[in-house]
């Protein structure tokens, strides 16, 4: 059985690690100058050497010999049992070489209570142990554990780098090449020499490496093919538009991977407008017919269209509706317009929420009415016998905006905890929406076992969508979960921020409100 290229040409010494010239320069002058930490955390895309670099920085810290190093995979390994069974085999000695290092890759998929461990044993680690972590997803591991590692950024890798690692590789094999079809796998990989390896392996097994059959292989069309669109577009041309679709339809095109190629094509078409670097992607003709400004409108409403293609059953049909739309847009003259929709839509957005809370109070008022009629004797005789004791009531001063006390900070820091698990969770019951509108919004007050969520003016949407019960339901119950008790979401405003009260306030406001409302001829003595 043949062997992946990316397998084959995996790097065995820092000389053969690219593009991350810094990092590796700073983990040899640690070799050198014996400056080792105890914890080590790789972060950065996928195929950029995260793990790779591991593996050789941990065979040099032990002179050659792998035997000392453990590696986990956190994607399948992430419970609690899994770092305790690190934890206890870390007291014994290194067989040969002088550390014993753990390498756990993708170290963000660990369940909560494996980082709680799992950090106990980067507070105090034994003096033989040397931990390196690895991840594409930094901000789901916590501060506590981020905070006691030396964190490595990995970047992407540089087009010419991966063109030049690409042509080491097809010299070793023997393989001849057109340098446009190395230019396309350099792009196409989006910065990953793993992806890179891979696209090459795939159409090396079709053929010569050409640009044809690359784009057999890949189900892709040529760089010409966005410009034709966009042409299409300025020239108001439907029909041809609709050819360039019928093309996509044909070569098998994913009519999702067209959009968002689309998109870029107009991405670059943006930077070579204003003078700045692009991808290497011609697009010398198209900045002649349009504008950055109406490159970014159609970026706009096709990122828009893209989107809704993930849930179409028909995104073909959907492009193309799309598509016919764009071309016969105006885009000379639509920029002002759109301000001014987006502007209204924000202000019914706002007469919307209003609306939605006053027949929520209404509702409420309501139920309390129809209580109190039920039995008005039992509200009369409370008031009686309250004549000389009148009804206390909250000042408003003590429902503003206080300071935050230390135990309702350590209770947010539970929750914030808490988030990067509640994402994983609702990305597992395929709620990836209900994530994107939630990221929008950030916890800042904790108590009576409401979890307050704010969000900024702009981002009233997001709220809007969350305050549907299903959305509270579903957040609320794995919060509870993963908190150990019961506990609700609400979703608010950071301009209602200030007036948030607990439950006992708000009884007593409304209960006194309501008395005077069902009973206007009684006089209420109120003192604050």
């Known amino acids: 059985m043949k062997q992946a290229l990316y397998r084959i040409y995996r790097p065995k010494s820092f000389d053969e690690i690219y593009g991350q010239d810094q990092i590796v320069s700073i983990l040899k002058n640690q070799l050198e100058n014996a400056t080792l930490n105890h914890a080590y955390l790789f972060c950065g895309p996928r195929g950029t050497g995260k793990t790779s670099t591991a593996k050789v920085f941990a065979s040099a810290i032990n002179n050659g010999t792998d035997i000392d190093t453990i590696e986990l995979d956190a994607a399948s390994n992430n419970s609690v049992d899994n770092i305790r069974d690190i934890r206890e085999n870390l007291a014994f000695a290194p067989t040969s070489g002088k550390y014993k290092i753990y390498i756990i890759d993708e170290v963000h998929m660990l369940s909560a209570s494996a980082f709680n461990a799992l950090l106990k044993t980067l507070e105090e680690p034994p003096s033989h142990v040397i931990f390196i972590l690895a991840t594409t997803e930094p901000q789901k591991i916590p501060q506590t554990v981020l905070s006691r590692c030396q964190r490595f950024d990995f970047r992407k890798i540089e087009k010419d780098v991966l063109v030049q690692r690409l042509s080491h590789v ?3 094999e023997g393989k001849s090449f057109e340098a446009e079809a190395l230019d396309f796998i350099a792009s196409k990989s989006e910065g990953g020499l793993r992806d890179a390896l891979s696209i090459l392996d795939k159409a090396l097994s079709y053929g010569d490496l050409t640009t044809h059959n690359l784009l057999q292989v890949l189900g892709q069309i040529h760089s010409d093919s966005y410009f034709t669109m966009l042409k299409a577009i300025m020239d108001h041309n439907t029909v041809d538009a609709i050819m360039v679709l019928a093309s996509i339809e044909k070569s098998g095109m994913d ?7 689309f998109i870029n094509f107009l991405k670059q078409v943006i930077l070579e407008f204003n003078g700045l670097v692009q991808d290497n992607i011609n697009v010398e003709n198209a900045v002649t017919i349009c504008t950055d400004t109406i490159a970014s409108y159609i970026i706009e409403d096709l990122s828009t269209a893209c989107n809704n293609m993930r849930y179409s059953p028909q995104p073909q049909v959907l492009l193309l509706t799309e598509i016919v739309k764009i071309a016969g847009t ?7 317009n759109r301000h001014v929709d987006s502007d209204i839509r924000s202000e019914f957005a706002l007469v919307n929420t209003e609306i939605r ?7 409420s008022l309501e139920k309390r009415i129809e209580e109190i009629s039920s039995n ?5 005789d409370k008031i009686k016998d309250d004549v000389e004791k009148p009804i206390p009531r909250i000042s408003a001063s003590t429902i503003e905006r206080v300071d935050i006390s230390d135990e309702e900070k350590s209770q947010l820091e539970r929750v914030n905890d808490a988030i990067p698990v509640l994402y994983e969770e609702l990305r597992a019951l395929k709620q990836a929406q209900l994530m994107a509108l939630l990221r929008e919004g950030k916890p800042e007050r904790f108590f009576d076992d409401n979890i307050f969520f704010c969000f900024e003016e702009k981002n009233i949407f997001h709220k809007n969508m969350l305050d549907t019960q299903d959305a509270n339901n579903s957040v609320s119950k794995i919060l509870s979960k993963l908190l150990k008790k019961n506990v609700r979401v609400q979703y608010i405003l950071y301009s209602e921020l200030a007036g948030i009260k607990s439950k006992k306030v708000s009884n007593d406001e409304n209960f006194i409100d309501m008395l005077s409302e069902v009973f206007p001829d009684v006089t209420i003595d109120v003192k604050p």
């Open 330 to 336: 105006n885009y000379d003259t639509i920029g002002s």
């Open 357 to 363: 809370r006053l027949e929520s109070l209404v509702q």
């Open 255 to 261: 009519p999702r991977v067209f959009a968002l190629e």
């Open 376 to 380: 008005p004797q039992a509200i009369v």
């Open 170 to 172: 097809l010299a070793q």
